[in-house]
């Protein structure tokens, strides 16, 4: 057992290595967006929504086809993985680079190896499901694809997508502040009160 934990965390520190090794260049970027996503300041959240609402509005007002929006939203991407490792340098100061800026950079790289992991293992487990248990897979998978589909057929596309980034975005934030443990500590509460209740009158 000790074996296999021990192997377990030396392919997990070599991913690490590895992703820390090719996300050098965004290193200085990393931990702005890291900041900004933890609410480190009070503006934070505000400010996400702001740029996030702009965003979509412009969207929402040049009304670019799929095709369009797709193209335009790589080209983004290849810009921003073009330019930033080049200016990043320059506006932030690579000399600045410290050992405790080194050692976040290490725990965001880590965060995401291990999110990688657990995306990857919910897929396996639901292959796994596919072969163990192939009714309970074909329901479950027709249930959620029906829902998903009747919610998106009475929401509007973008505001639906808008709504996903804006808490994609928040999220991190209220993890960091405690605020979705607390809403759900909150709900465990009225449910368990609700039983009580239900077993009272039962009684």
């Given at each position: 057992?000790?074996?296999?934990?021990?192997?377990s965390?030396?392919?997990l520190a070599?991913?690490?290595?590895?992703l820390?090794?090719q996300?050098?260049?965004?290193g200085e970027?990393m931990?702005?967006?890291?900041?900004?996503?933890?609410?480190?300041?009070?503006?934070?959240?505000?400010?996400?929504?702001?740029v996030?609402?702009l965003?979509?509005?412009?969207?929402?007002?040049?009304?670019p086809?799929v095709?369009?929006?797709?193209?335009?939203?790589v080209?983004?991407?290849c810009?921003a993985d073009y330019?930033v490792?080049i200016l990043?340098?320059?506006?932030?100061g690579?000399?600045?680079?410290t050992?405790?800026?080194?050692?976040?950079?290490?725990?965001?790289?880590?965060?995401?190896?291990?999110?990688r992991?657990?995306?990857?293992?919910?897929?396996?487990?639901?292959?796994?499901?596919?072969?163990?248990k192939?009714k309970m897979?074909?329901?479950?998978?027709?249930?959620?694809?029906?829902?998903?589909?009747?919610?998106?057929?009475q929401?509007?596309?973008?505001?639906?997508?808008?709504?996903?980034?804006t808490?994609?975005l928040?999220?991190?934030g209220?993890?960091?502040h405690?605020i979705?443990?607390k809403y759900?500590?909150m709900a465990?509460?009225?449910?368990?009160?609700l039983?009580?209740?239900k077993?009272k009158?039962?009684?």
């Open positions: 057992m000790a074996e296999g934990d021990n192997r965390s030396n392919l070599a991913e690490t290595a590895s820390e090794e996300l050098q260049g965004w970027v931990l702005m967006a890291d900041k900004v996503l933890r609410w480190e300041r009070a503006w934070f959240p505000p400010a996400i929504l702001g996030v609402s965003l979509f509005l412009i969207i929402y007002y040049l009304d086809s095709l369009s929006g797709v193209s335009c939203f080209m983004f991407l810009l330019l490792p990043a340098p320059r506006i932030f690579s000399n600045k680079w050992t405790e800026q080194q050692q976040r950079f290490h725990e965001i790289c880590s965060n995401l190896v291990k999110t992991r657990r995306a990857v293992g919910w897929w396996k487990r639901l292959f796994s499901l596919k072969e163990e192939p897979y074909f329901m479950t998978m027709i249930i959620s694809l029906a829902a998903v589909a009747w919610v998106g057929q929401v509007h596309n973008l505001l639906l997508t808008y709504l996903i980034v808490f994609v928040l999220l991190p209220l993890n960091q405690g979705i443990l759900i500590g465990k509460r009225e449910i368990n009160k039983l009580k209740q077993e009158k039962n009684e």
